[in-house]
Structure formats: C-alpha cells, structure tokens
Nanobody
Framework: QVQLVESGGGLVQPGGSLRLSCAAS????????MGWYRQAPGKQRELIAG???????NYADSVKGRFLISRDNAKNTVYLQMNSLKPEDTAVYYC????????????WGQGTQVTVSS
C-alpha cells in the first residue's frame, strides 16, 4: 500500500517557476512508475509527465521543454519542476504511482492547486 502526498502548489505569475513534490509513504525504489497529472475545471485529467522505474521520462507536448520530472528513490519522493509557467497551466496537479509488478495497482495523491495569474 502506497500513500501519496503532494505539496508545493500555489499562486505564481506567468513566466515564473514552481516545484511540486510528491512524498510516498511506502518504498517506490524500483517497482513503481511515477507520473504527474493535472485537471482544470471542466476538463479531463491529463498526464503531463511520467518517469519509469528505470528513469525513462515522457512529457505531454504542452509542457515539453518547460517541465522536468525527477525522482529520488532514497527519499521516496518524485518532483515536478515547472518553468515558464503560463495561465493555461492553472489546474489541480496530482501525483500517481503505478506498480509495475503483479499485482498492478495505481495510487493517487489528494492534489495540489497551481494557479498562474498576473
């Protein structure tokens, strides 16, 4: 059982930066892929960044070149560095952990609000 807690959200001006953290209660050393999703009001939740247990990363086109996902397995934490923020980045951001060995399971954090506004 893995519990996830996001932090680091808040209000930031366009062009600014923010770093989100996701702390896992259980070990995510090598058995879990991690991802960041976001959901704006009235919109579907979308995957914006993912990182595999081996360190491979992928990004949505909308954030590619601006956001960076990383993980620190020793600290059981995943991060999302968000740069050059735009108003359209405003959303609730969620951390996700996917167990890659049987049984396959998914865990979600409670979400953290990111608002980009001048």
């Amino acid at each position: 059982q893995v519990q996830l807690v996001e932090s680091g959200g808040g209000l930031v001006q366009p062009g600014g930066s923010l770093r989100l953290s996701c702390a896992a209660s259980g070990s995510i050393f090598r058995s879990y892929a991690m991802g960041w999703y976001r959901q704006a009001p009235g919109k579907q939740r979308e995957l914006i960044a993912g990182i595999s247990s081996s360190g491979s990363t992928n990004y949505a086109d909308s954030v590619k070149g601006r956001f960076l996902i990383s993980r620190d397995n020793a600290k059981n934490t995943v991060y999302l560095q968000m740069n050059s923020l735009k108003p359209e980045d405003t959303a609730v951001y969620y951390c996700n952990a996917e167990r890659k060995v049987s049984p396959i399971r998914n865990y979600w954090g409670q979400g953290t609000q990111v608002t980009v506004s001048s």
